[in-house]
């Protein structure tokens, strides 16, 4: 069966979200929730080695797709399927009804990249996710967030075509693994940062703290404590961590919203 | 129970979920547009998606690459050297049909409500006949009662208003586009070209192919203008990618472009660039690592060696040393020195200092000090240099909103409306005539604080009229855009006896307009020309106007011709137009004899380019310059390359302005070596000195001001909004960023902030309330809060849009730069 799937490359990724407005714009899909196509961007480190991800993460249409199978627990028959031209997996809006069958979401739950997404937290919203551009698909056009990249991050095709350009690598760093569901992506991580010149960042912040010299004295410091700057208190930052399933539309805006 | 469906039920099934998504865009017509967003770079190309003629989608650009996502995969060298590539947009235009049927759009025009106060919001639909008798009989009330000085406008001169203020004898500019004005006066001071010339140009190829070493000085290029739509961050990715070209990134802010372009980032406090910039200096003189033939053939010599002495103490005592700047700009002198070393050898360096970096008090100087470094290094015009910004093939834009460049009508000859005022300072222009009609403020103080770039005998201004709105996005949202007090704003507008607005939106500016006038979108409602300006390659890319406007929205220039008509002179202010119901035809050929005299000017340069009809028959009807060049652009090609003088007194380059040293200069108009004015020196330029120096900030972080506003506030755009534009887009704005104050975790936790916590953000002129990002992103001491946040003002003038135009304020630095930067405190609101 034939199994296409993306290239996400992390090391260009910045998090605009040009694809996921693309997305939305594509499928005139409301403020809000629906967001088939979600950008993390997450922090961690502190100076000097502050570490910034991003992630643009659509459904990656598994090889092995366990949302179908814990969906027909539920629902005889399944109301998600994977089709065979692409391999694309589909949910199916007719047969969806976490009402009748009282699922309890169980696509969203057994989904380790938390890609179906609903409308709002009222129990009776039917599951949504991206369909691969399926309609683009079927007039040959590639899926709109594919073509929405200014840094060109992202890539669609056949699986094995995409691994063979851009390599095998299925996993990215706080992302689940991809032994149980195989999912039909490949990634390219960040590019590791390369130290050009020396940096002395003890002295640095030092320097920092002091007002400077063309300031009249008896100023106060630039900050207070220099702990507080290299080994902050994680608690207060915000967006400290990857939230691939967040609980609530209120979480999941929260951590697929940037600052700017 | 896990049971299958049929496989006959599920393919059927599978077929039917397709239908019902290609349903969605079914007999749909496509046609292709620029967009015209005054981002600064702008002109991506829009395949917009039609039915029932409104738009149902935007799909980027497909000319090149049809299909293809990494479009570096696939594209040849010569491709990516002639920019053979997709323009694709930018987060903000891909939410552009949401912006264009927005809920708030000026659909009529309108009068404030009889009874109502401005800024209550209260209007009432008035005919366009009735709007425009209004104002034209108050400009001849105030002309007649007031004088000719009476009429001002706001935040940027408008070129629309230049002849039709000239015709009718009355009215006063403002001078200065704000964005990079220190870059304009650097460049007219140092080579004599007026600086919105293309002769310093490069081009992203240039950098990609040429450059050694990438330095992005307080530029994101991954947020602002010249960022996602324009190629110029992914080209910097390439560069790092496949010719590995180190890349650092010396900014405050651990900002995007910090975290995924740059091999190393290397921050610095906000105002002290400057510093730095002269302990590199330091270094290449002292150690004999500049280009001294470079130096002696193209350098006046004579300023060369004054700021030679200045940096290495002789004139001064200080030696600009690493040590001394280490202190000053909290980068270490080890750093500055390797740093040094790294870009002498690098040959040549691609050293782009951001407009930002000189939006502060005294920015003149980092402006003008970052260019002089690169030309004594030699890297001017050499591939891959910058000088004073990124300006791709020295070739002409056809932009229609700037009507001076090719006539629309005739043009008057009597009169030319004054600069009486720094275009952002004009609520203190209005605001301090109090003073100075009680004595309080002398004449002369007034107009050093107000930026005075006109005729000294002038008698000062005597406002009574505000013309605001036009000819772009940005100039129509002052009391968030202006890089001014917007509760001056307000203030000055309540002293007037007239504001009329034009816009698109309802805009909070617009609120407080008395006369709204409403006009067309300039992307997909009418005629006009997308250009490819600040983006580092060059196109010009026809807007057929794709859709028609809604209500009775009009294009700005047919609002600026019936005023004109209305006053008198219609026929002479455009002599394309025969009639209302000929507008379009006559509009288009207009476009059409702009385009020829570019298509004119072009042939100078053995270019071959279609016929205006020709054009016009294209599917996408678009002149993408680089495609007829083998080679990537470099700056200054006729004094570098050709030998022949740049247009200064001493035909070099000029690091010392001899305007600068003469004190019987100052108050006088000024003129470069040509006899063109120098449109960003006011007459008046305070303390900026001869040669660039360092001098710390008005509201910097070395400002005794700390004591009692200890943050220094960062303005920067965002990428979501064209300057103001897109706030109110609701797949924008807490949809994907939510509108917040930057500010460092030591800061905030001191001040017991976490993240999402609503905080008090207020400066001596004004307070908003937004929620904090707390973060290690950007350095302590310095806050963040993106510039075009709309205001909403509550009962007591404090703003819980998050507006930074709230807070910023400097009546004492010179006036070259808008300062986009000041002093802040920070305190969690309680409750």
């Known amino acids: 069966?034939?199994?296409?799937?993306?290239?996400?490359?992390?090391?260009?990724?910045?998090?605009?979200?040009?694809?996921?407005?693309?997305?939305?714009?594509?499928?005139?899909?409301?403020?809000?929730?629906?967001?088939?196509?979600?950008?993390?961007?997450?922090?961690?480190?502190?100076?000097?080695?502050?570490?910034?991800?991003?992630?643009?993460?659509?459904?990656?249409?598994?090889?092995?797709?366990?949302?179908?199978?814990?969906?027909?627990?539920?629902?005889?028959?399944?109301?998600?399927?994977?089709?065979?031209?692409?391999?694309?997996?589909?949910?199916?809006?007719?047969?969806?009804?976490?009402?009748?069958?009282?699922?309890?979401?169980?696509?969203?739950?057994?989904c380790p990249y938390g890609s179906i997404v609903f409308a709002s937290d009222d129990p009776g919203e039917k599951a949504q996710k991206c369909t691969m551009c399926i309609d683009r698909l079927e007039q040959n056009l590639a899926p709109i967030c594919v073509l929405?990249?200014?840094?060109?991050?992202?890539?669609?095709?056949?699986?094995?075509?995409?691994?063979?350009?851009?390599?095998?690598?299925?996993?990215?760093?706080d992302l689940p693994s991809p032994e149980q569901t195989k999912p039909a992506v490949v990634f390219i991580p960040p590019t590791p940062k390369r130290q050009l010149i020396k940096y002395d960042a003890e002295k640095a912040l030092e320097l920092w703290q002091q007002r400077g010299p063309y300031a009249p004295p008896g100023l106060p410091k630039v900050f207070e404590r220099k702990e507080d700057v290299t080994n902050p208190p994680r608690e207060i930052i915000g967006r400290n961590r990857l939230v691939l399933k967040p609980k609530n539309v209120q979480e999941l805006m929260y951590y697929t919203a940037n600052d700017e | 129970m896990d049971t299958e469906l049929p496989q006959e039920e599920k393919i059927k099934r599978i077929e039917q979920i397709k239908l019902q998504?290609?349903?969605?865009?079914?007999?749909?017509?496509?046609?292709?547009?620029?967009?015209?967003?005054?981002?600064?770079?702008?002109?991506?190309?829009?395949?917009?998606?039609?039915?029932?003629?409104?738009?149902?989608?935007?799909?980027?650009?497909?000319?090149?690459?049809?299909?293809?996502?990494?479009?570096?995969?696939?594209?040849?060298?010569?491709?990516?050297?002639?920019?053979?590539?997709?323009?694709?947009?930018?987060?903000?235009?891909?939410?552009?049909?949401?912006?264009?049927?927005?809920?708030?759009?000026?659909?009529?025009?309108?009068?404030?409500?009889?009874?109502?106060?401005?800024?209550?919001?209260?209007?009432?639909?008035?005919?366009?006949?009735?709007?425009?008798?209004?104002?034209?009989?108050?400009?001849?009330?105030?002309?007649?009662?007031?004088?000719?000085?009476?009429?001002?406008?706001?935040?940027?001169?408008?070129?629309?208003?230049?002849?039709?203020?000239?015709?009718?004898e009355a009215g006063v500019q403002g001078w200065g586009w704000c964005s990079q004005d220190a870059e304009r006066l650097a460049e007219h001071l140092m080579t004599g070209y007026p600086g919105w010339t293309?002769?310093?140009?490069?081009?992203?190829?240039?950098?990609?192919?040429?450059?050694?070493?990438?330095?992005?000085?307080?530029?994101?290029?991954?947020?602002?203008?010249?960022g996602p739509a324009h190629q110029f961050a992914w080209y910097v990715k390439m560069a790092r990618e496949k010719k590995g070209t180190p890349v650092i990134c010396i900014d405050p802010r651990f900002s995007d472009t910090a975290a995924v372009l740059a091999d190393q980032w290397i921050p610095i406090k906000p105002g002290t660039d400057m510093a730095?910039?002269?302990?590199?200096?330091?270094?290449?003189?002292?150690?004999?690592?500049?280009?001294?033939?470079?130096?002696?053939?193209?350098?006046?010599p004579k300023g060369f060696k004054k700021w030679a002495d200045y940096i290495l103490g002789v004139s001064d005592g200080v030696p600009k040393t690493p040590e001394w700047a280490e202190k000053i700009c909290a980068v270490p002198a080890e750093t500055i020195r390797d740093f040094t070393y790294l870009y002498a050898k690098s040959k040549p360096t691609f050293l782009y200092k951001n407009w930002s970096v000189a939006r502060k008090s005294r920015g003149e100087n980092s402006a003008r000090a970052a260019a002089a470094l690169q030309a004594i290094m030699g890297y001017w015009g050499k591939g891959g240099y910058s000088g004073f910004g990124p300006r791709s093939r020295n070739a002409p834009y056809i932009r229609p909103w700037f009507p001076?460049?090719?006539?629309?009508?005739?043009?008057?000859?009597?009169?030319?409306?004054?600069?009486?005022?720094?275009?952002?300072?004009?609520?203190q222009a209005v605001l301090l005539l109090d003073k100075v009609k009680s004595g309080e403020l002398s004449t002369e103080e007034y107009r050093r604080i107000i930026g005075w770039r006109a005729d000294p005998?002038?008698?000062?201004?005597?406002?009574?009229?505000?013309?605001?709105?036009?000819?772009?996005?940005?100039?129509?949202?002052?009391l968030v855009t202006g890089t001014n007090a917007t509760l001056h704003q307000i203030e000055a507008m309540n002293r007037l006896e007239m504001v009329v607005w034009f816009a698109t939106h309802m805009t909070p500016t617009a609120m407080y307009a008395d006369i709204i006038l409403p006009v067309q979108d300039q992307t997909f409602e009418c005629p006009t020309f997308a250009n490819n300006d600040y983006g580092g390659f060059s196109h010009n890319t026809f807007c057929p106007g794709v859709v028609k406007a809604p209500g009775e929205a009009k294009p700005f220039m047919w609002i600026y011709t019936k005023l004109a008509e209305k006053l008198g002179f219609g026929r002479r202010y455009n002599t394309y137009y025969t009639t209302d119901e000929n507008w379009d035809k006559d509009w288009l050929r207009y476009l059409g004899a702009y385009y020829n005299r570019f298509r004119d000017t072009m042939k100078r340069w053995e270019l071959d380019l279609p016929e205006w009809e020709e054009?016009?028959?294209?599917?996408?009807?678009?002149?993408?310059?680089?495609?007829?060049?083998?080679?990537?652009?470099?700056?200054?090609?006729?004094?570098?390359?050709?030998?022949?003088?740049?247009?200064?007194?001493?035909?070099?380059?000029?690091?010392?302005?001899?305007?600068?040293?003469?004190?019987?200069?100052?108050?006088?108009?000024?003129?470069?070596?040509?006899?063109?004015?120098?449109?960003?020196?006011?007459n008046d330029w305070r303390d900026l000195t001869p040669i660039p120096t360092y001098q710390p900030a008005v509201r910097g972080m070395e400002d005794p001001l700390v004591a009692k506003y200890p943050l220094m506030l960062l303005s920067s755009h965002g990428r979501y909004r064209s300057h103001s534009t897109g706030w109110d887009n609701p797949w924008l704005r807490g949809d994907v960023y939510r509108h917040a104050l930057w500010i460092n975790v030591a800061d905030a936790k001191v001040r017991g902030i976490k993240d999402g916590d609503i905080v008090r953000v207020y400066s001596d002129v004004g307070e908003v309330r937004v929620p904090a990002y707390v973060t290690t992103r950007i350095m302590p001491g310095v806050v963040v809060l993106r510039h075009g946040a709309w205001i909403e003002l509550d009962e007591k003038g404090v703003d819980h849009g998050g507006c930074p135009n709230m807070l910023l304020f400097d009546d004492k630095s010179p006036q070259t730069p808008a300062h986009a930067t000041g002093l802040v405190q920070v305190e969690k609101v309680e409750g």
Not at chain 1, 54 to 59: E, T, Y
Not at chain 2, 47 to 55: A, Q, Y
Not at chain 2, 198 to 224: C, E, H, Q, R
């Open chain 2, 404 to 427: 001076m460049r090719i006539p629309l009508g005739l043009m008057p000859r009597k009169y030319y409306p004054p600069r009486m005022y720094r275009s952002n300072k004009w609520a």
């Open chain 2, 615 to 682: 054009f016009l028959k294209q599917e996408c009807p678009s002149i993408n310059l680089d495609e007829y060049f083998d080679e990537p652009c470099h700056g200054y090609v006729n004094e570098l390359e050709l030998g022949l003088p740049f247009p200064t007194k001493s035909g070099k380059i000029e690091i010392c302005s001899e305007i600068l040293e003469k004190e019987e200069e100052r108050g006088k108009l000024h003129f470069d070596a040509r006899g063109l004015v120098i449109d960003v020196l006011p």
């Open chain 1, 1 to 110: 069966m034939p199994q296409y799937g993306f290239l996400f490359d992390q090391s260009r990724c910045t998090g605009c979200h040009a694809c996921s407005i693309a997305c939305k714009e594509w499928y005139d899909l409301p403020p809000g929730p629906l967001k088939y196509m979600r950008v993390f961007e997450w922090e961690k480190g502190a100076f000097p080695d502050i570490k910034l991800f991003h992630l643009a993460i659509n459904c990656y249409h598994c090889e092995n797709p366990v949302c179908i199978d814990e969906c027909k627990k539920y629902v005889p028959g399944g109301a998600i399927y994977k089709e065979d031209k692409y391999g694309a997996v589909l949910i199916d809006p007719e047969r969806c009804n976490p009402i009748k069958y009282q699922c309890k979401r169980a696509c969203y739950e057994a």
């Open chain 2, 276 to 300: 730095m910039l002269l302990a590199i200096a330091y270094i290449v003189i002292k150690e004999d690592l500049y280009d001294k033939e470079f130096v002696e053939r193209f350098v006046e």
């Open chain 2, 198 to 226: 293309y002769a310093p140009s490069f081009d992203m190829a240039d950098v990609l192919f040429n450059s050694k070493l990438i330095v992005l000085w307080g530029l994101d290029l991954t947020t602002t203008r010249i």
């Open chain 1, 148 to 173: 929405s990249c200014s840094l060109r991050a992202l890539e669609f095709g056949p699986l094995d075509e995409l691994k063979k350009k851009f390599g095998t690598l299925q996993q990215l760093e």
């Open chain 2, 457 to 478: 005998n002038l008698p000062n201004p005597n406002p009574k009229m505000l013309f605001g709105g036009g000819p772009q996005a940005q100039t129509v949202n002052t």
């Open chain 2, 21 to 168: 998504l290609m349903e969605k865009h079914k007999d749909e017509t496509v046609r292709y547009t620029g967009c015209s967003i005054n981002c600064g770079g702008s002109g991506c190309i829009l395949k917009v998606r039609l039915k029932d003629g409104k738009i149902t989608a935007i799909e980027p650009d497909d000319r090149y690459h049809r299909n293809v996502g990494r479009e570096d995969a696939v594209a040849t060298d010569d491709e990516l050297q002639k920019n053979k590539l997709q323009q694709r947009h930018c987060p903000f235009a891909w939410g552009w049909r949401r912006h264009l049927y927005s809920p708030n759009r000026v659909l009529y025009p309108l009068m404030r409500a009889p009874g109502s106060k401005r800024g209550e919001g209260k209007f009432i639909r008035i005919s366009w006949d009735e709007a425009l008798t209004i104002i034209a009989e108050k400009m001849k009330e105030c002309k007649e009662k007031y004088g000719p000085y009476s009429i001002i406008t706001p935040y940027i001169d408008n070129p629309m208003l230049d002849p039709l203020f000239g015709w009718f």
